[in-house]
């Protein structure tokens, strides 16, 4: 067995500097690497380009990054939450790419995968396609997109062992597994973190090979953002 | 009377089939689910990850791991399934999703759609519309025919920047029922109430119609 536990956070976080590229898992607050996104804020690292389906909230998730201006560019598919976010970008203060949720699943899991660029319908005809290759298959046309090359991948799983296998839980999946070993390094936290051994191989939704560096989360907020219930009868 | 949103919904149910996987987009399309019969089997798709996606939770009993695209809390039915993003986009590009619905700004008499973006005024982002529009083969949108200043959202060309091309087949407003065939609106129901004069009048775009428009039935 490969070890790949670290003590806490803050060595989870080593060899992070200015002016890197973070992938980050997580839809809406959901899944969000929140331990990590905490000791991103605590060393104040600058000008760093993350890529992230959304952008957090006004005081939280990667809203916390963004309050501190510590975002140079943001790469996502939607960011209608956050009315700093919109501050920052309407003004120019801060640098947006959004693109299509599927491509950006997909160019994590290119990146993963060694597939450097692969084609997909999404935005064809579209100012996202402006500038990139297209090409017709079986009379239909698509978009050449290319795999994403970050520092660190940064995923929030239920639960992991010391080998780094993970097991997510509920729709707080997302976009975590196609991150993990997309990026150089790929630290993941979780909320319980057990010996080898203790989680059935058969359940194990990423193998440890795409982990780096595993930790147990010290706590969970676990914000929700549109709750939304029905009344008993 | 112009429909509701609740009716725009209730009448885009009828238009969900038995066996049918559907995924719907945020606002209007999420109502649809109140209204589909119960006596077919349809399971519908949040492409943050889960088939099988059920009503709201009860007070109490919500799950901050469990929501829906719309990131509202949801609760998952017998038979559902949760899988990553990458695999859930896989499903809607490779076709296995039998229905999209979703909202619209804008669309044209050639099936063009735009939904995302107002420069310089709303930018939001497509999410995953873009991927939804551009993969399936049976598109419905839900949409007001007008703006708030009475313009008409139905038009030759979008003014606003595209989220697909050629890609809209069906059309519920809140007064028509409409499909897009050869680059031409083509009426097919019209909204208790509403004359055909006033869905022309509403409609930029070229709007074919054929004899007597029937009203919708409920």
Redesign the interface.
Request: hydrophobic share 35%; net charge positive; with cysteine.
């Given at each position: 067995m490969i070890k790949k536990t670290v003590a806490n956070v803050r060595e989870a976080c080593e060899g992070i500097s200015d002016g890197m590229t973070f992938m980050l898992g997580g839809?809406?607050?959901?899944?969000i690497p929140e331990n990590i996104i905490s000791e991103l804020v605590r060393k104040n690292i600058q000008n760093v380009t993350c890529i992230s389906?959304n952008a957090g909230v006004d005081g939280f998730g990667l809203g916390l990054l963004l309050k501190k201006h510590q975002i140079k560019k943001m790469i996502?598919?939607?960011?209608?939450?956050n009315a700093e976010f919109?501050r920052q970008?309407?003004s120019g203060e801060m640098e947006?790419e959004?693109?299509?949720?599927?491509?950006?699943?997909?160019r994590?899991?290119a990146a993963r995968s060694g597939i450097p660029a692969f084609y997909?319908?999404?935005?064809?005809?579209?100012?996202?396609a402006e500038g990139k290759e297209t090409r017709e298959f079986h009379g239909k046309m698509y978009v050449m997109e290319k795999a994403f090359e970050a520092d660190f991948s940064f995923v929030k799983a239920?639960k992991g062992d010391e080998a780094g296998n993970l097991i997510?839980?509920?729709?707080?999946?997302?976009?975590?597994?196609?991150m993990c070993g997309a990026g150089k390094i790929t630290v993941a936290e979780v909320e319980e973190l057990v010996p080898a051994g203790e989680l059935d191989p058969n359940q194990i939704?990423i193998p440890g090979i795409f982990i780096q560096r595993i930790f147990q989360g010290e706590n969970y907020e676990?914000?929700?953002?549109?709750?939304?219930?029905?009344?008993?009868n | 009377m112009a429909l509701s949103k609740e009716q725009i919904a209730q009448r885009i149910a009828k238009e969900v089939k038995d066996g049918y996987y559907v995924n719907l987009g945020i606002g209007i399309p999420t109502l649809v689910a109140n209204f589909v019969r119960d006596d077919i089997s349809v399971e519908f798709q949040s492409e943050n990850g889960i088939l099988g996606m059920g009503p709201f939770p009860f007070e109490g009993e919500e799950d901050p791991d469990l929501i829906n695209a719309g990131k509202q809390t949801i609760t998952a039915l017998p038979g559902a399934s949760f899988f990553d993003s990458a695999m859930s986009f896989g499903m809607i590009r490779g076709q296995h999703v039998d229905l999209t619905i979703l909202g619209a700004m804008e669309v044209s008499q050639n099936g063009d759609i735009a939904n995302w973006k107002i420069p310089g005024k709303m930018v939001k982002g497509m999410g995953g519309a873009m991927d939804l529009v551009a993969s399936a083969e049976n598109i419905i949108v839900a949409m007001m025919h007008t703006n708030r200043d009475g313009e008409s959202k139905l038009l030759k060309e979008c003014s606003l920047p595209l989220t697909g091309v050629k890609c809209v087949r069906k059309i519920v407003s809140n007064l028509a029922v409409l499909e897009i065939i050869d680059g031409k609106f083509h009426l097919l129901e019209r909204a208790p109430g509403v004359s055909v004069e006033e869905i022309q009048k509403a409609t930029e775009g070229d709007l074919i119609i054929n004899g007597d428009v029937i009203e919708m039935k409920f």
């Open positions: 839809f809406g607050l959901c899944g389906n996502s598919s939607y960011v209608g939450e919109e970008m309407l947006v959004l693109i299509p949720q599927g491509t950006l699943a997909q994590c899991e997909t319908p999404a935005g064809y005809g579209t100012e996202v239920w997510f839980k509920g729709t707080a999946r997302n976009f975590n597994p196609a939704h676990k914000r929700i953002e549109q709750l939304t219930v029905r009344k008993r | -």
